[in-house]
């Protein structure tokens, strides 16, 4: 609390001063970051460490479901590289039995904090329950920090930040709310890997929004039944992707990989059954890689008298936009069909498995590794292609439905961003995302 001692002065001050906006709203907030380190990261393991974040937020909401947000908030990042040295198993001649050499580690930190002024475009559904889904950049000042290793960090960083939640009126005068954030850094903080911040939050606040009478234009959750048609429906889903990837090689190493879906969709009717839709989704995507191989992800000959094995997950986040044509029919049970392109922002991307390295001459050597990779740097940062699907929806609550869902996605474009030094010949230097979706939503009509 003594941390926030400034912050509540600051806000009292605010709500003290007499004014007259309906559309100004003030609030404090508190918090903690989970820290993701954006580089490329061949060896050890870098340590998911919480972090405090608290501030105070304001937003100005010019329409209705539309606003502007910004903050003032300090928050404090927090490293810790573990760097492993496994057993190795190896039989020599001149020796009689095996012999294991024992592992150890050592580990290294890195501590920034910060200053940070985000600024976001921030959307809210008019019902009282508010669904809040909101994206823009973010500037900070760093006024402090503590390395293990000699590094001479950035005064400055600026990014992207997206977050969604919900917010709930608890009297007239103020709401509280809950958001998850995810932000990308683009200024390098860690030079031995290319390191850029990055951090996943979990926001918890409460926000003062009776400056001047105003006048409430929420809906109930679930409203009386219309006779006026709804143009404009609001579905929050949630599923699971067996995802795989095409366009390589050698398909034999290759496997596919289950994942999770989370997000939004909104449907516009242009008439009774026909729809243009888009939205904003989490998606896990990626595969399996089991395959001898010099590279841990993708399969590149081995070109030296060793053999390597890879047993490994290669899992792949994006934030994709969807922008699709949608076909309802059928009677009181609802039946559609849907196609249309997609974008995704790629958010991360990380190797995880075994690797064992086995040498043969005068000795054998046989090295196990736990692989615990960052390729950020080797997958492009955005994706782009076309989907295919349909659903089924099961009306409820007068205009309610429940939704079930599938469909098919396939990027057209390469994600590999490998340089060509470091792959022999007969690599694969071509890979693309494909996935097969399903998700269970609830959809609300809200225009």
């Known amino acids: ?58 937003n100005y909401s010019p329409f209705q479901m539309w606003s502007i947000q910004t903050e003032i908030s300090k928050m404090t990042i927090y490293y810790e590289e573990k760097t492993y040295y496994y057993p190795i198993y190896w039989l020599d001649k001149s020796l009689s039995a095996n012999s294991i050499m024992p592992y150890y580690y050592m580990n290294h930190n890195w501590n920034y904090s910060f200053y940070r002024i985000p600024f976001q475009l921030k959307f809210s559904t008019p019902t009282r329950i508010k669904f809040n889904l909101s994206a823009g950049i973010y500037f900070s000042y760093r006024y402090d920090y503590s390395e293990s290793l000699n590094n001479t960090p950035p005064k400055h960083d600026f990014g992207y930040i997206y977050s969604a939640g919900f917010s709930y009126p608890i009297t007239n005068s103020l709401k509280v709310f809950v ?121 590149n000959p081995v070109n030296y008298p060793a053999s390597i094995y890879n ?41 995880t498995g075994k690797s064992k390295l086995e040498l043969r001459g005068e000795s054998y050597t046989l090295n196990e590794y736990t692989v615990y990779d960052d390729i950020d740097g080797n997958i492009k940062d955005n994706d782009w292609g076309w989907v295919l699907g349909g659903g089924i929806l099961i009306p409820f609550y007068n205009k309610y439905s429940l939704e079930i869902g599938c469909n098919y996605n396939s990027g057209w474009k390469n994600i590999l961003d490998v340089q060509p030094s470091i792959l022999n010949s007969g690599a694969d230097k071509t890979l693309k995302n494909k996935s097969l979706n399903f998700t269970v939503g609830f959809q609300i009509p809200i225009l």
């Open 179 to 299: 958001d998850g954030r995810y932000t990308i850094g683009r200024k390098v903080f860690i030079d031995q890997i290319n390191g850029r911040n990055g951090t996943a939050e979990m926001i918890f606040g409460i926000g003062y929004y009776a400056f001047g009478k105003r006048k409430n234009h929420s809906k109930d959750f679930f409203p009386s039944d219309s006779s006026n048609r709804q143009v404009l429906f609001l579905t929050y889903k949630g599923g699971f992707s067996e995802s795989s990837n095409n366009g390589h090689q050698s398909r034999n190493g290759y496997s596919s990989n289950g994942g999770f879906i989370g997000g939004v969709s909104f449907d516009y009717y242009l008439n009774k059954n026909f729809a243009i839709s888009s939205g904003l989704t989490f998606e896990q995507k990626g595969y399996r890689f089991k395959d001898s191989s010099a590279t841990r992800f993708i399969y």
């Open 311 to 351: 047993n490994c997950k290669v899992d792949i986040n994006y934030i994709v936009i969807p922008l699709l044509l949608k076909l309802k029919f059928g009677g009181k049970l609802k039946y559609y069909i849907n196609g249309g392109l997609y974008s995704g922002l790629r958010l991360n991307a990380r190797v």
């Open 1 to 58: 609390m003594q941390s926030l001692k400034p912050l509540i002065i600051i806000l009292f001050l605010i709500i003290s001063v007499q004014c007259y906006s309906q559309k100004f709203s003030v609030g404090i907030l508190n918090g903690v970051n989970r820290s993701n380190i954006n580089g490329n990261q061949e060896s050890g393991r870098w340590m998911n460490k919480p972090g405090p974040v608290s501030g105070i937020f304001f």
